[in-house]
């Protein structure tokens, strides 16, 4: 299983651990729209971590979210946005969200 985790937030990105495959789950990290679809269309993951807001006056989440839909690629997106208003913006789309302090507990199971 392949995880792109797609954040401006370098702690957190930090914090999960820089693009390693253990137990057969590789992840690997971006930190702009620009920089997640080049690694969406080179590496094909499985499952996409999204924030919303990629830079202080971005919606570059919904950028990322487009190209996928607009390509028909079959991968799960889950949004790690904190915004309420974008949580709901998301989950009218389908998209589910994950809490991104539960991302922390995602790296204690992938490294266990």
Known sequence: M???MIDDDNELLASLGRSRSLKGITTSECHSAIEAIAAIMANDPNVVLLDH???R???EGYDVLDYIRSNGLNV???ST???DACKKQYEAMGIEWVDKSHLVAL???INS
């Open 107 to 109: 790296r204690d199971l």
């Open 53 to 55: 807001q990629l830079s």
């Open 81 to 83: 946005t904190r915004n």
């Open 2 to 4: 392949k995880i792109l």
């Open 57 to 59: 006056d971005g919606n």
């Open 76 to 78: 799960k997106v889950y």
